[in-house]
C-alpha cells in the first residue's frame, strides 16, 4: 500500500512542524503510526493511532510535545510536532499497522512503510 510522507524540513529549537502521510487506498481500518530513524540508530516508533482517531500512543521521548491524528475522508494521518528538539532530528516514517493494538510499538507489526521525510532540528 503506497503511503507518502510530507512536510519535513529545517526548524530551529523549539519550532514545530506538521508531517502529513496520505494513503492512496481507503485505510480507515487500520492502526496507523509513525517511526523515525537518525543516523546510526535503529528505527524508533514515535506515535500510533487507532482507526477511529480515538486512541493513541506515544513514546516517552516525544509524548506532550507531538500529536498524531487522522482524516479517514482524505486518507491522511499526520504528526504535529511542537518544542522541537535537535534530538528530534532523524527520517520520519508513516506505516500501516497490521499486528493490532498489542504490537503497536514494534516495527514488524508494520507492513506498508512511505519513503520518509527528513526533518531537521537545528540548536
Known amino acids: 500500500v503506497p503511503l507518502v510522507e510530507s512536510g519535513g524540513g529545517l526548524v530551529q529549537a523549539g519550532g514545530s512542524l506538521r508531517l502529513s502521510c496520505t494513503c492512496s487506498v481507503f485505510f480507515g481500518s487500520n492502526i496507523m503510526g509513525w517511526f523515525r530513524q537518525a543516523p546510526g540508530k535503529e528505527r524508533e516508533f514515535i506515535a500510533a493511532?487507532?482507526?477511529?482517531?480515538?486512541?493513541?500512543k506515544y513514546a516517552d521521548s516525544v509524548n506532550g510535545r507531538f500529536t498524531i491524528s487522522r482524516d479517514n475522508a482524505r486518507n491522511t494521518v499526520y504528526l504535529q510536532m511542537n518544542n522541537l528538539k535537535p534530538e528530534d532530528t532523524a527520517l520520519y516514517y508513516c506505516?500501516?499497522?497490521?499486528?493490532?493494538?498489542?504490537?503497536?510499538?514494534?516495527?514488524?507489526?508494520?507492513?506498508?512503510w512511505g519513503q520518509g521525510t527528513q526533518v531537521t532540528v537545528s540548536s
Open positions: 493511532i487507532d482507526y477511529s482517531g480515538g486512541t493513541t
Open positions: 506505516a500501516r499497522n497490521v499486528g493490532g493494538w498489542a504490537g503497536t510499538s514494534r516495527h514488524f507489526s508494520y507492513d506498508s
